[in-house]
């Protein structure tokens, strides 16, 4: 059974501040791993999705890496803003007969003006 | 915006009803998933369809039941109401057949037991 960790669980930063969230998951058998973002009570906007096969995905300031071999995946924010306080999700794709998403609990960042 | 609407936005209902919950996908979608999220924690899985049918299921009993219809909308049915069904529910869809691809979200419909 596939399990999904994100480290820390909240996270407070100073604005302009660079800073990393963590996922990481127990089964490296995986079909992709995506990164979304969740404001308060409403549904997730999709941030960025490396295939299996891929090292990194870039968004603008953000980057994600995935580290399939030691079931590992960072999301890098550079030079953070007020506007991207929200909790950001770690989801994985599994492999198999049919492809099913388990998300981990999320990190809800904080950036103070 | 994703394109995919869900309601109503708010349900509040009592221990043992039945509920249903709808959702419209983008034009072209032929996948949609169910997620329930409680508070404080991340989606979990409920099933996914395909073309109207159920192709893939999480831990979730038979009274959580959906339906999915040629025109890109489906439904969630959810039977005998438990206090631990309140939840946000989020439909997500997905242009080909599988769920792991990017999914676009509704903004989710938020349900109360009491």
């Known amino acids: 059974k596939q399990e999904v960790t994100q480290i820390p669980a909240a996270l407070s930063v100073p604005e302009g501040e660079n800073l990393v969230l963590n996922c990481s998951f127990t089964d490296s058998a995986i079909y992709n791993l995506q990164w979304f973002r969740q404001d308060p009570g409403k549904g997730l906007t999709s941030l960025l999705l490396?295939?299996?096969?891929?090292r990194e995905q870039t968004s603008g300031r953000l980057n994600a890496s995935l580290d399939k071999s030691s079931g590992r995946s960072t999301l890098y924010i550079a030079a953070s803003q007020p506007g991207d306080s929200a909790t950001y999700l770690c989801?994985?794709?599994?492999?198999?007969?049919?492809?099913?998403?388990?998300f981990g609990i999320g990190t809800k960042l904080q950036v103070i003006p | 915006e994703t394109g995919v609407t869900q309601s109503p936005t708010h349900l509040i209902k009592t221990r043992g009803q039945q509920v249903t919950l709808r959702c419209s996908s983008q034009?072209?979608?032929?996948?949609v998933s169910w997620y329930q999220q409680a508070l404080g924690q991340g989606p979990q899985f409920i099933f996914q369809y395909y073309r109207e049918e159920e192709n893939g299921r999480g831990n979730f009993p038979p009274r959580f039941s959906g339906l999915q219809f040629p025109n890109y909308s489906s439904e969630l049915n959810v039977n005998a109401l438990e206090l631990d069904d309140s939840a946000l529910y989020l439909c997500?869809?997905?242009?080909?057949?599988?769920?792991?691809?990017?999914?676009?979200f509704g903004p989710g419909t938020r349900l109360t037991v009491l």
């Open positions: 997500a869809s997905t242009p080909g057949h599988l769920s792991t691809d990017t999914q676009y």
């Open positions: 034009s072209g979608h032929n996948t």
């Open positions: 989801a994985v794709g599994d492999s198999g007969g049919y492809q099913k998403v388990t």
């Open positions: 490396i295939q299996s096969s891929q």
